[in-house]
């Protein structure tokens, strides 16, 4: 709105700058003027000296200007001013060329009547300066607009119902980066791109019909840089509400479009999550139904790849001849499957990056997987435009490593750290259920690998034992305690018990306690957190024989046909350093029915009643007389002696039950 003042200027503020040709008559007006109306005035005589005062707010020309002076001189100084002026004339002639001129008030001269005529002046005066204001206001008003549309952040302009661009600040020049002069010879149809032309020319049509119209575009600079636009248009109106153009506001997206993207891929990331997770729950059923490592891996490629979770998904191994990645199980390549891959030399990165999974136990993932060096893949349909990107899982149970689950996705953005975690966990309990499925196969194969092992690594305590004190020492067997430690059962000849436990002592990490003593004998239960024996175990085999001696380690282990046996040595071969496989054998069972009847009663006992009746054993306390009582072997498990006693007698009701339904029939 423009400011105005209600009231009329007062005239003891004016400065008038007279400009007179040394008129005695004239004179006396002046004076009349400055007395009665108290106006401060400056007189000159020449009227090329008008562009020197710049700071006067009105001009006076005398009657007698114009014989004195070069009209056309005159008209030009008079269009020069930015001043009210007024001029007082005698002829018509002259009055109408100064008003041609740019003068703003003609007043006929009477030197006859000073006080009519000075009243006049006044009057026209304070009129000339009240329109002066509200021209000045109205100047600073559109200055203040137009700096206010310039310093706005959005793009504005405005066309005419022809289309043709009547405004627009400079947010357009900066951002399209054409200046004003090219912007005059353009309509709004020249800063978009072709596709969105049709629809901005449907969108302006529909804003003179709906008053408002929203419509989102792609705009284009003069460099061919192309940024996402929402512009709204509302109607311009005059004073008797008729449509005179369009008003329309643009506002640069990118940010938000790039927001609403994120919320999409977050929305379907846990879309997927969620997907993956009843997935996983179905994975995990049918981990505990299955009975074999084939059964397992067809299981888990067949759930991971349904519902559209992965496109792709593998699992392999490493063989124990050539150390190659083999794939066993895929599951979502269409038509072909991984017995087509490429030749050996041209995928040798792959299988590198592969076999370092397994060999690292390490999860790695990749992301755009056509561009990325690090992919994990198989063949080259892997590397496909939709696989954009790969994880690779260790498929890990304690320290050993069963090979390698690769899933390729459709999503660049998969594999975030929520979904490595459930990742991750998911090969640690397939790693369990093949360590699982190979020790029910151990129990009941008829067809076994054997497998002789020499260790002389002095960190072994046994081996260091038999070393410092040549002693003997035998392994009775191993128990797995409820909180993941790991108890050894050893018996030892040739040296006193004290003598072991204060060698024992050096050792932070072990516990070690006599259990019992009889003819030179001791049993000794030693607890540490790893064992090499359960290290192989864990493989599915069975520790048939281990005897310590001189500093050296004799183990003979067995493991059912088709165990991964470069795994094995792999596993014993990390943990302690100076072990060597010496001898490999495949043997037949001479009879299966005591595994039978083994892997009958193991699948009915809980694992407390497992470990409660295997320590029991090897601490003698079946033995007569007793080698350990049931406080102290329930003090050892931390828990109290009648707790001990229901899990024994629950153990020995399955034993019993075991043997009479399922043992071999006794003849009559």
Request: glycine fraction near 4%.
């Amino acid at each position: 709105m423009i400011p105005t003042n209600e009231g009329s200027p007062s005239l003891s503020t004016v400065q008038v700058l007279i400009i007179d040709t040394r008129s005695d008559a004239f004179d006396e007006f002046i004076a009349y003027l400055e007395r009665e109306y108290e106006i401060r005035t400056t007189t000159i005589y020449d009227t090329n000296r008008i562009s020197e005062y710049d700071d006067v707010d009105c001009i006076i020309g005398s009657p007698f200007l114009t014989e004195h002076s070069d009209n056309k001189s005159l008209e030009t100084q008079i269009a020069d001013t930015a001043v009210p002026t007024i001029l007082f004339y005698e002829d018509e002639t002259t009055a109408s060329q100064m008003l041609t001129a740019g003068v703003d008030r003609c007043i006929r001269y009477n030197g006859r009547q000073i006080e009519a005529q000075a009243a006049h002046v006044a009057a026209t005066l304070r009129q000339e300066l009240r329109h002066q204001r509200t021209r000045r206001a109205l100047r600073n008003e559109i200055e203040f607009i137009h700096h206010s549309f310039d310093a706005h952040n959005d793009i504005l302009f405005a066309i005419d119902l022809d289309g043709n661009l009547i405004f627009w600040n400079k947010k357009l020049n900066e951002i399209t980066g054409y200046p004003d002069a090219e912007i005059y010879e353009m309509s709004p149809a020249d800063f978009i791109t072709m596709d969105c032309a049709e629809p901005l020319s449907a969108a302006i049509s529909r804003a003179i019909s709906n008053d408002c119209v929203k419509k989102q575009v792609t705009l284009i600079t003069k460099d061919d840089n192309k940024i996402p636009y929402e512009f709204v248009g509302t109607l311009l109106e005059d004073d008797s509400d008729n449509v005179i153009g369009i008003w329309v506001t643009g506002r640069d997206i990118t940010d938000r479009e790039r927001r609403e993207r994120m919320l999409e891929d977050q929305s379907e990331r846990l879309s997927v999550l969620k997907r993956l997770n009843e997935i996983i729950r179905d994975t995990h059923q049918t981990l505990v139904r299955a009975s074999t490592r084939e059964e397992i891996e067809q299981a888990v490629c067949a759930n991971l790849v349904s519902e559209n979770a992965y496109r792709f998904a593998w699992i392999g191994e490493q063989r124990a001849v050539d150390e190659d990645v083999e794939p066993r199980e895929w599951a979502g390549l269409e038509d072909n499957g991984l017995d087509d891959r490429s030749d050996p030399d041209e995928r040798s990165k792959e299988r590198v990056t592969a076999e370092t999974i397994i060999e690292t136990s390490r999860m790695r993932v990749a992301r755009s997987t056509a561009d990325s060096s690090t992919v994990v893949s198989w063949q080259e349909t892997a590397l496909e435009p939709e696989y954009q990107s790969t994880i690779a899982i260790p498929l890990v149970y304690r320290e050993t490593t069963h090979g390698v689950l690769c899933l390729h996705s459709s999503w660049s953005n998969s594999f975030d750290e929520t979904e490595r975690t459930v990742l991750k966990e998911l090969g640690e309990t397939i790693g369990y259920a093949f360590s699982a499925a190979e020790c029910r196969r151990a129990l009941v194969s008829d067809a076994v690998i054997e497998l002789e092992f020499i260790l002389r690594d002095r960190s072994i305590f046994t081996l260091d034992l038999t070393a410092r004190t040549e002693c003997r020492v035998t392994l009775d067997g191993i128990v797995e305690r409820s909180d993941g430690m790991l108890a050894e059962f050893v018996t030892v000849t040739g040296v006193d018990p004290e003598t072991v436990l204060d060698i024992a002592e050096e050792r932070e990490e072990m516990d070690i306690a006599l259990i019992s003593e009889h003819n030179g004998e001791s049993v000794f239960r030693l607890i540490s957190e790893s064992s090499s024996t359960v290290s192989l175990a864990d493989q599915g085999g069975i520790i048939r024989e281990g005897v310590a001696e001189d500093g050296e380690g004799h183990l003979v282990f067995e493991l059912p046909q088709g165990a991964d046996v470069h795994a094995l040595v792999d596993a014993i071969q990390n943990l302690y350093s100076e072990t060597e496989l010496v001898a490999q054998r495949t043997r037949e069972r001479t009879s299966t029915r005591g595994a039978e009847f083994r892997a009958t009663f193991d699948d009915t006992l809980t694992d407390r009643q497992r470990q409660t009746l295997k320590t029991a054993y090897f601490s003698g306390y079946f033995e007569w007389p007793r080698e350990s009582t049931g406080d102290e072997i329930a003090a050892s498990f931390d828990i109290s002696g009648p707790t001990f006693h229901e899990h024994l007698r629950a153990g020995q009701r399955k034993l019993l039950r075991a043997f009479i339904e399922h043992g071999p029939e006794t003849r009559r």
